[in-house]
């Protein structure tokens, strides 16, 4: 999404090769937040039928480690969702090109997410999966650039808020490269 910016003004090879970053969290501040996540997605959700829904692909670290500290039974699924359009932002034109395969109807789903920004990929997300009928639709976001958000909705579990800074590690991408960074690196150019 808004990493365009970012390689649209220098030369790719030249950016990723000199890129300056330091780390934002480290791996054990997000293992700590991570199962704080999980502890209280555990507690409102004990009893229920529970499908976990990650937004790929940057989700996919976060949520192969929040399954794995639910202390509830649940199920997992994936999303992809793309944009295209300005560039900087979300555009609002968003193809889904891996939907979901299990029937949510009548069940818990958490949509697990990496990153809100604007907040069009996760309205759009939810609009979708509200017509399909389940019991209810959480949102358990990482990080939430709050500043940022076109659209307004609540993040029901929120790891860290973000002002600003470009994000990579733990799923988070720079033009496809650093997502297997443990930490949470900014991006300081
Ligand atoms: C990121 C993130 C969200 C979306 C948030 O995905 O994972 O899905 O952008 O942006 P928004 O709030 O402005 O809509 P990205 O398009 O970078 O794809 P990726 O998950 O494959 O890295």
């Known amino acids: 999404m808004n990493f365009t910016v970012w390689r649209d003004a220098l030369s790719k090879k030249r950016f990723v090769k000199e890129?300056?970053?330091?780390?934002?969290?480290?791996?054990?501040?997000?293992?700590?937040?991570?199962?704080?996540?999980?502890?209280?997605?555990?507690?409102?959700?004990?009893?229920?039928?529970?499908?976990?829904?990650?937004?790929?692909?940057?989700?996919?670290?976060?949520?192969?480690?929040?399954?794995?500290?639910?202390?509830?039974?649940?199920?997992?699924?994936?999303?992809?969702?793309?944009?295209?359009?300005?560039?900087?932002?979300?555009?609002?034109?968003?193809?889904?090109?891996?939907?979901?395969?299990?029937?949510?109807?009548?069940?818990?789903?958490?949509?697990?997410?990496?990153?809100?920004?604007?907040?069009?990929?996760?309205?759009?997300l939810r609009e979708r999966l509200q017509k399909r009928s389940p019991a209810s639709i959480r949102i358990c976001a990482l990080i939430d650039k709050k500043q940022r958000r076109e659209v307004s909705f609540d993040v029901d579990y929120e790891g860290f808020d973000l002002d600003e800074g470009f994000v990579v590690g733990y799923g988070l991408d720079f033009d496809e490269k650093f997502r297997c960074l443990p930490d949470i690196y900014v991006i300081e150019e």
């Open 19 to 124: 890129l300056k970053k330091k780390i934002l969290y480290s791996k054990e501040v997000i293992d700590r937040r991570v199962e704080e996540l999980a502890d209280a997605i555990s507690h409102d959700l004990e009893g229920k039928e529970v499908v976990l829904i990650g937004v790929l692909k940057g989700a996919f670290i976060f949520l192969a480690d929040l399954t794995r500290r639910l202390k509830i039974p649940h199920t997992v699924d994936f999303v992809r969702l793309t944009s295209y359009g300005s560039g900087l932002v979300s555009s609002g034109n968003i193809n889904v090109t891996k939907d979901i395969e299990t029937d949510i109807e009548g069940k818990e789903v958490v949509i697990v997410e990496d990153i809100i920004d604007t907040g069009i990929t996760m309205a759009f």
